[in-house]
């Protein structure tokens, strides 16, 4: 299958600075790209849908200022967690889809990031 | 709205003991249903992509099926390397997100 990379696997940051985590999709292209968390024995709660050269959506209820999304390449989308607080420690996964002609339906997730605020 | 709910949310196995987890929907115009794999502290993996009642599809030990009101994935004969979350996800006619259920986590013991 498709291969999508998420970095950094963990990070720990001090409460009030930002953190950035990268997804990226290594053998394919992906117009959209999508970011979710996941609470310890809970599912995948879907925060935004990350577009190539435009704006994300966000879904209801996530603040857009707090964790902000760029997808600047068809193989390239970040999310910035600004001014950190202890309640944004979680698992962070994103995904991908190819986009190409032919890619298929299926979502290839990354390996996800541990962020722990202290 | 689209809705997902997976059960059991837990299931414990002896090794060879066949089991199967279901995945019931209800979703606006079914694009695709999937499973994945999810083991602790890593993404999840992608398993199947079934697309309409009476589809079936299998990988080594897990089959999956689907009707129109839910979908089945079915462990043969597990091995203990089985253990894991196993996701449902449905994708409707709004299209280009999924709706994942809880979840089930499957243990198997040898």
């Known amino acids: 299958g498709a291969v999508v990379s998420q970095h950094p696997s963990r990070v720990i940051c001090k409460s009030g600075t930002s953190v950035k985590i990268e997804c990226r999709s290594l053998d394919f292209q992906a117009t959209t790209m999508f970011w979710y968390r996941q609470f310890p024995k809970q599912s995948l709660m879907l925060m935004a849908t990350?577009?190539?050269?435009?704006?994300?959506?966000?879904e209801q209820g996530v603040e857009k200022d707090k964790f902000l999304i760029n997808h600047a390449s068809l193989t390239l989308s970040t999310l910035t967690v600004t001014s950190a607080h202890p309640e944004d420690s979680s698992f962070y996964i994103c995904?991908?889809?190819?986009?190409?002609?032919?890619?298929?339906?299926?979502?290839?997730f990354g390996q996800g990031t541990r962020l722990t605020v202290v | 709205e689209d809705q997902v709910t997976q059960s059991p949310e837990a299931l414990r196995l002896q090794e060879g003991e066949s089991s199967s987890l279901n995945c019931s929907y209800t979703v606006s115009g079914l694009r695709g249903l999937f499973w994945y794999r999810q083991d602790p502290g890593k993404g999840p993996e992608f398993l199947f992509t079934?697309?309409?009642a009476g589809e079936e599809k299998e990988k080594e030990r897990l089959k999956a099926t689907l009707t129109k009101k839910e979908s089945f994935l079915h462990i043969t004969a597990p091995k203990p390397e089985d253990s894991a979350t196993y996701l449902c996800a449905v994708e409707g006619a709004a299209g280009n997100k999924l709706t994942f259920g809880g979840g089930t986590r499957v243990l198997v013991k040898p």
């Open positions: 995904s991908a889809r190819d986009s190409q002609p032919g890619g298929g339906t299926e979502a290839f």
């Open positions: 079934l697309y309409s």
């Open positions: 990350s577009n190539e050269g435009s704006k994300a959506t966000y």
